[in-house]
């Protein structure tokens, strides 16, 4: 069946929660959020863009920074509501230097920084 | 610093994405959606608790399937908006039999089933 964007589930502002996991390391990068033209570009171009919710804008990933997430393979959750991108990210995934968004981790109830900025 | 669940970011209706992921193979298995005090019981319990957005109602996942999502450890990604969670997942997560709800994924154009429900 061909792929449709339009045939997601969205949410009340057109958006879709996508996550983005390391291809080859199976880690969790992060996770932001696309409208359907924002996933369209990224399914032509093969590099990720999300829709900024602060920007309102189109978020073409590491356009800037350099740091861009090639797309590997796009998945879909059974209620379509939800997608899942295997990636190749070049340098940190996220605004602070760090491989992944998710360096916080909670510990005996403490929350501890399991990951440190990457060298620049 | 002592972790605090009302220091996460909500939206509007006091909801947060939580992702679970298998601990030991790394695979995304899901992701629903989380208020304060649904976090809070799945801290308490070591299982995790969702909050039913069509139901309207906290979800402790696996309680009627036994398909229970142990908590091992929970992540805050940087701008505290999402959670990450390494689980130890009892059978399917998805209510389809399948081990992971992104069973399907869009490859040359087409979406292809790439996981098929579990056995019994």
Redesign the interface.
């Known amino acids: 069946?061909?792929?449709d964007p339009s045939t997601l589930k969205y949410d009340a502002n057109g958006l879709i929660?996508a996550?983005a996991?390391d291809a080859a390391?199976?880690?969790?990068l992060?996770?932001a959020w696309m409208n359907a033209e924002s996933l369209r570009r990224t399914?032509e171009t093969g590099q990720v863009t999300y829709w900024s919710r602060s920007r309102q804008s189109f978020w073409a990933k590491g356009e800037s920074s350099g740091h861009v997430q090639k797309l590997i393979?796009?998945?879909?959750?059974?209620?379509r509501d939800?997608l899942?991108m295997q990636v190749d990210q070049i340098g940190p995934a996220?605004?602070?230097n760090?491989r992944s968004?998710?360096?916080?981790?909670?510990?005996a109830?403490?929350?501890v920084e399991?990951m440190a900025p990457m060298a620049g």
Chains 1, 2 share one sequence.
């Open positions: 069946m061909s792929f929660p996550i996991q390391s199976g880690e969790v992060m996770m399914l393979e796009l998945r879909v959750d059974c209620d939800c899942l996220c605004h602070t760090r968004c998710f360096y916080t981790a909670v510990r109830g403490d929350e399991i």
